[in-house]
T-cell receptor
Framework: AQSVTQPDIHITVSEGASLELRCNYS??????LFWYVQSPGQGLQLLLK??????LVQGIKGFEAEFKRSQSSFNLRKPSVHWSDAAEYFC?????????????FGTGTKLQVIP | DSGVTQTPKHLITATGQRVTLRCSPR?????VYWYQQSLDQGLQFLIQ???????AKGNILERFSAQQFPDLHSELNLSSLELGDSALYFC????????????FGSGTRLTVV
């Protein structure tokens, strides 16, 4: 069965430090891959997406993610974290099932940013 | 403003009651998705509609039902409410099957007392 794993439930980084959030998926083919961010009390916002082509994708708010087929991973990165990046981040995997596309969300990683 | 409108933003009701949550998708989007988010269960997919037809079902209880109307807005009906139904309920929309990602509303916080 298709699945997505975010192994880190909670991550703390210092403001200005680099960030990498991990995401691994299980799927027989190359899926659609997404990262979303959820600020407290808000809905999820799409940060970036990957369908095909260049494996390094750029998103909003200075985030990027790299698709590594050999590792079944789609890790999110940011070179310098700002206090406003504190939020919960969800990786999502889209795949075709029964003629339709379905999306599975990971369990999320909460990011805390300390001064 | 994401373009997806959910009402009401907050709802407090008693156990055993029935409530209706409403969602207006982003203009041009044909698909609507409902999700439940709670601390212990995380983000759970409930149901998807595409252009008025049910497309996929997730972990939706029999006490819950939904529909999408001809104007594409959707309603999620929750009945015989239990304390455990207290959660954030999100609606999301997409153009088609979600290949380009979803646009989420800001959610309805349901508290069952």
């Amino acid at each position: 069965a298709q699945s997505v794993t975010q192994p880190d439930i909670h991550i703390t980084v210092s403001e200005g430090a680099s960030l990498e959030l991990r995401c691994n998926y299980s799927y027989g083919a190359t899926p659609y891959l997404f990262w979303y961010v959820q600020s407290p009390g808000q809905g999820l916002q799409l940060l970036l997406k990957y369908f095909s082509g260049d494996t390094l994708v750029q998103g909003i708010k200075g985030f990027e993610a790299e698709f590594k087929r050999s590792q079944s991973s789609f890790n999110l990165r940011k070179p310098s974290v700002h206090w406003s990046d504190a939020a919960e981040y969800f990786c999502a995997v889209g795949f075709h099932s029964g003629g339709y596309q379905k999306v599975t969300f990971g369990t999320g990683t909460k990011l805390q940013v300390i001064p | 403003d994401s373009g997806v409108t959910q009402t009401p933003k907050h709802l407090i009701t008693a156990t055993g009651q029935r409530v209706t949550l409403r969602c207006s998708p982003r203009s041009g989007d044909l698909s609507v998705y409902w999700y439940q988010q709670s601390l212990d269960q995380g983000l759970q997919f409930l149901i998807q509609y595409y252009n008025g037809e049910e497309r996929a079902k997730g972990n939706i209880l029999e006490r819950f039902s939904a529909q999408q109307f001809p104007d594409l807005h959707s309603e999620l009906n929750l009945s015989s409410l239990e304390l455990g139904d207290s959660a954030l309920y999100f609606c999301a929309s997409s153009v088609g099957g979600g290949s380009y990602g979803y646009t989420f509303g800001s959610g309805t916080r349901l508290t069952v007392v």
